[in-house]
């Protein structure tokens, strides 16, 4: 199987003031499947923390994800240890300054697919 790249798209909403831009970023294909089932893992990884740091830098008000969060088969319950792995862990000096995430499930992230 072939890993998406992980893409990072900003769009700037301006207001009258340009200096108060509303930054909407938007993800995708953000999860890693796990090391020993990804020879490409190394490079994966790199790739995902290069977007989070293109995230960090650019000040993005909101972050849209457009799913596969979860390689390769989704969370198996509420308090599944992959949330903390593939998302809360990774994103979370944003999430402690309160930016918001908005989430879209894709085909990995639901159900064991």
Same mark, same amino acid.
């Given at each position: 199987?072939?890993?998406?790249?992980?893409?990072? &798209? &900003? &769009?700037?909403?301006? %207001? @009258?003031?340009?200096? !108060?831009?509303?930054? =909407?970023?938007? &993800? *995708?294909? @953000?999860?890693?499947?796990?090391?020993?089932? /990804?020879? %490409?893992?190394?490079? /994966?990884?790199?790739?995902?923390?290069?977007?989070?740091?293109?995230?960090?830098?650019?000040?993005?008000?909101?972050? #849209?994800?457009?799913?596969?969060?979860?390689?390769?088969?989704?969370?198996?319950?509420?308090?599944?240890?992959?949330?903390?792995? !593939?998302?809360?862990?990774?994103?979370? @000096?944003?999430? %402690?300054? *309160?930016?918001?995430?908005?989430?879209?499930?894709? /085909?990995?992230? #639901? =159900?064991? /697919?």
């Amino acid at each position: 199987m072939v890993w998406a790249r992980v893409f990072l &798209i &900003i &769009i700037f909403l301006f %207001k @009258s003031d340009p200096l !108060q831009a509303y930054r =909407m970023c938007f &993800i *995708g294909d @953000s999860g890693l499947r796990a090391k020993k089932k /990804n020879p %490409k893992y190394d490079r /994966n990884f790199k790739d995902r923390a290069f977007v989070i740091k293109q995230l960090e830098d650019s000040r993005c008000d909101a972050v #849209y994800v457009a799913g596969d969060i979860f390689y390769p088969d989704g969370l198996s319950r509420g308090d599944d240890p992959e949330f903390e792995d !593939q998302l809360a862990s990774p994103f979370s @000096s944003m999430l %402690k300054k *309160g930016v918001p995430f908005f989430l879209v499930l894709g /085909n990995h992230d #639901y =159900m064991f /697919n």
